[in-house]
T-cell receptor, first 113, second 117 residues
Framework: EAGVTQFPSHSVIEKGQTVTLRCDPI?????LYWYRRVMGKEIKFLLH????????ESGMPNNRFLAERTGGTYSTLKVQPAELEDSGVYFC???????????FGSGTRLTVV | AQKVTQAQTEISVVEKEDVTLDCVYE???????LFWYKQPPSGELVFLIR??????QNEISGRYSWNFQKSTSSFNFTITASQVVDSAVYFC??????????????FGTGTRLKVLA
């Protein structure tokens, strides 16, 4: 089976621009998660979808971040407008249910200059 | 509050040496899961192990072994006879209940392991 796919793998944008990250979970996985690692720090939870519903978005840093999962398949994470502190690696993960561990994607490295 | 501490920021060893990566956690949950993930230079997070809080048996998988000590809230990871391909960043993680049977992961800051030939 295909793993979790994230696109793009790298993105360099200027401060104030908009960027949209995409995640395709493993087919059939209802649970989809976004995490972020800012340089040298821990990987932090952003939010959790169950199908198309946001189950928990307590980790979203501010209202410049918008996540969607229309149709309960792939998800997008939009940052608008991007700030320098948004630079980091954004990971997506999916799981079949809560008794199984996540499968993570390769991440999107976002650099805001 | 839930917390995972990986005090070792970076470790360098020579190939074939054994190395232990430390992980200490804090949780208020009575049931939880602990994980180790490997992040090789290619960037993805590779699942290594998941341990239930009720299962304190140590586990061995090839050159990898894990020591779960609930009394000291530690979940250490040992690589025996390290190889250059083991070079990566290793993350320890703890599940935190969100409610409704769902979890999020609390990660440590990671330990960068460099295995020198």
């Amino acid at each position: 089976e295909a793993g979790v796919t994230q696109f793009p793998s790298h993105s360099v944008i200027e401060k104030g621009q908009t960027v949209t990250l995409r995640c395709d979970p493993i087919s059939g996985h209802d649970n989809l998660y976004w995490y972020r690692r800012v340089m040298g720090k821990e990987i932090k939870f952003l939010l959790h979808f169950v199908k198309e519903s946001k189950q928990d978005e307590s980790g979203m840093p501010n209202n410049r971040f918008l996540a969607e999962r229309t149709g309960g398949t792939y998800s997008t994470l939009k940052v608008q407008p991007a700030e320098l502190e948004d630079s980091g690696v954004y990971f997506c993960a999916s799981s079949q249910d809560q008794t199984h561990g996540y499968t993570f994607g390769s991440g999107t490295r976002l650099t805001v200059v | 509050a839930q917390k995972v501490t990986q005090a070792q920021t970076e470790i360098s060893v020579v190939e074939k040496e054994d190395v232990t990566l430390d992980c200490v956690y804090e949780t208020r949950d009575t049931t939880y899961y602990l994980f180790w993930y490997k992040q090789p230079p290619s960037g993805e997070l590779v699942f290594l192990i998941r341990r239930n809080s009720f299962d304190e048996q140590n586990e061995i998988s090839g050159r990898y072994s894990w020591n779960f000590q609930k009394s000291t809230s530690s979940f250490n990871f040992t690589i025996t006879a390290s190889q250059v391909v083991d070079s990566a960043v290793y993350f320890c993680a703890l599940s935190e209940a969100l409610g409704s049977g769902t979890y999020k992961y609390i990660f440590g800051t990671g330990t960068r392991l460099k295995v020198l030939a």
